[in-house]
């Protein structure tokens, strides 16, 4: 790679149907041809993309690198641009800003937090199993995605009725469809409804749940603002959800494709921590860090970035970087550590624990539930006529079929 340009200039999107179809041949071609490219995104707005590890991992650390939009050269609205009313989480905000939020939630996902709802989910995986009726399933839609919802529901103290909904509007938010950005606004809206009348029926009637201890933030100690309570819990529950059943998901892509994996998991020569951190590096839930601007004039891999301009990072890419890891394409068990699929820095994934746990508790139950698990597709290559989530920014199955 030595000999290839820093930059490569590229007219139109390089987001186009050829890297959904397959992002990671995509990526691989992008990193041989420069570290740092300059396109559009889907929506139209222009954007340098970072594509090896080395040049990722750097910039997410990056102090200079901005979440906060009003750094940008430009007003940033484009296609499925956030309403105001929805901007204020965590995503979007630097230090000291970042800093406050952040602590007003992490103590709900701390590592010692999320091992007290191991009971609760085991109890939760154990039930939807049960449901599970021979010959087969689809454990996208029979596992991976009700578990998710019903953690960080319950978490947060969404209702029951409220849930069938939220999962509308977020398969609308990652749909994309041309005329996507339109009924990502309109999902957005009705979200922002939602949560602005659940919290106000919360203040009248408080309950043990985290959007009921945010409630308190803001009207006993005001550490936070209105807009803030509301885009926050908006942004726990979509990322919740949306990461945690993806992982579920590719884990368990990960654990069928492996040959004896099954058996070594549900024998104890296999630990489902070793699976899951190869799966966060070779099929990341996460595509795409969030977007960033340039705080001013600064390189990248050699590349002047102007100051205002904005920056996308791709992990998958980076995690599939062949100067950073041996084979990337490879599913390999015995790997060191070192990906970047929770990301890296000051916004390290705030439920990677939780995530975590989510997908353990599935994978060592299915094994000892159900020995004979395998894919239901050809016998040839059960894994190829699988459907995935048409999104450059996650990383998520349409459907897992199965038989046991």
């Excluded at 939807?128 to 029979?142: K, V």
């Excluded at 947060?156 to 994309?176: E, H, K, N």
């Amino acid at each position: 790679m030595s000999g290839a340009p820093r930059q490569r200039a590229d007219a139109g999107t390089l987001f186009d149907a050829a890297l959904l179809a397959d992002p990671h041949g995509g990526y691989a071609r992008l990193r041989a041809a420069a570290p740092v490219h300059r396109t559009t995104t889907p929506d139209g707005a222009p954007v340098w993309l970072v594509t090896r590890y080395q040049d990722v991992r750097a910039a997410l650390a990056d102090p200079r690198l901005s979440l906060d939009k009003r750094t940008a050269g430009s007003s940033g609205e484009h296609g499925a641009s956030m309403p105001p009313e929805l901007d204020a989480h965590l995503l979007n905000l630097d230090p000291p800003d970042h800093t406050r939020l952040r602590r007003l939630v992490a103590t709900a996902f701390t590592p010692r937090t999320v091992e007290g709802l191991r009971p609760t989910i085991q109890a939760c995986v154990a039930a939807l199993l049960d449901r599970l009726a021979a010959p087969g399933a689809d454990l996208m839609a029979q596992l991976a995605v009700p578990l998710a919802l019903t953690v960080i529901c319950d978490l947060l103290g969404i209702p029951d009725a409220g849930r069938p909904d939220f999962r509308r509007w977020t398969d609308t938010l990652r749909s994309p469809a041309p005329d996507a950005a339109k009924a990502s606004r309109a999902a957005m809206g009705e979200m922002h409804g939602y949560l602005t009348a659940l919290i106000a029926e919360k203040r009248e009637h408080p309950a043990d749940d985290l959007l009921t201890r945010l409630i308190a933030a803001r009207d006993e100690r005001e550490r936070l603002s209105e807009p803030e309570l509301v885009a926050l819990a908006f942004l726990i529950l979509f990322a919740g959800y949306d990461n945690s059943a993806n992982l579920i998901g590719n884990a368990l892509l990960a654990l069928l494709t492996t040959p004896g994996a099954v058996a070594d998991l549900r024998g104890g020569a296999l630990e489902p921590e070793a699976l899951l951190e190869e799966t966060l590096r070779w099929n990341s839930p996460s595509m795409l860090a969030s977007r960033r601007f340039a705080r001013e004039d600064l390189q990248i891999a050699g590349v002047t970035i102007p100051a205002g301009e904005r920056v996308w990072l791709s992990l998958v890419s980076a995690n599939r970087d062949e100067a950073r890891f041996a084979a990337p394409a490879e599913f390999r068990l015995d790997r060191e550590g070192g990906h970047l699929g929770f990301g890296h820095g000051l916004h390290y994934c705030l439920g990677a624990a939780l995530a975590k746990l989510e997908a353990q508790t599935s994978l060592t139950a299915l094994v000892h539930r159900f020995p004979g698990l395998v894919l239901a597709g050809p016998a040839a290559d059960p894994a190829a006529g699988l459907a995935w989530h048409g999104s450059f920014r996650n990383r998520g199955l349409r459907e897992l079929p199965v038989v046991w």
